[in-house]
């Protein structure tokens, strides 16, 4: 039998700014669209464009080519910190009210990102 796929835990979410930091597309930015924790994937908007050949069909009643974006690794991006203008990692700490909050490690500031 097939041993069950590890599934890894992130700080991202899904429409958080990435900035790739490593591969093909260093330093392009985007947001997140789709994370696949299984297979330590990400899909981020404008990022790692793929040409696909479509069919005609009621939506593209012509069909033709389709510029599509496909997953990178997990560990190729990195949120991008707009205020500082730099990546960062992402730490979690309790806020004012005492509910658990993300913050942005950047330059040893502590910021709310949600």
Same mark, same amino acid.
């Given at each position: 039998?097939?041993? =069950?796929?590890?599934?890894?835990?992130?700080?991202?979410?899904? !429409?958080?700014? +990435?900035? *790739?930091?490593?591969?093909?597309? /260093? @330093? =392009?930015?985007?947001?997140?669209?789709?994370?696949?924790?299984? !297979?330590?994937? +990400?899909? *981020?908007?404008?990022?790692?464009? /793929? @040409?696909?050949?479509?069919?005609?069909?009621?939506?593209?009643?012509?069909?033709?080519? +389709?510029?599509?974006?496909?997953?990178?690794?997990?560990?190729?991006?990195?949120?991008?910190?707009?205020?500082?203008?730099?990546?960062?990692?992402?730490?979690?700490?309790?806020?004012?009210?005492?509910?658990?909050?993300?913050?942005?490690?950047?330059?040893?500031?502590?910021?709310?990102?949600?």
């Amino acid at each position: 039998m097939k041993p =069950a796929p590890k599934k890894t835990k992130t700080r991202l979410k899904i !429409k958080d700014e +990435v900035i *790739v930091i490593a591969g093909k597309n /260093r @330093k =392009a930015r985007g947001e997140i669209l789709y994370i696949n924790l299984e !297979k330590q994937q +990400v899909v *981020v908007q404008g990022v790692n464009l /793929r @040409k696909r050949f479509s069919r005609p069909s009621q939506e593209n009643p012509k069909g033709g080519i +389709v510029e599509i974006e496909m997953p990178i690794a997990l560990s190729n991006v990195q949120y991008y910190d707009s205020k500082e203008k730099k990546p960062t990692r992402i730490a979690y700490a309790a806020d004012k009210n005492g509910k658990k909050a993300r913050y942005s490690v950047a330059s040893g500031r502590k910021r709310v990102l949600d």
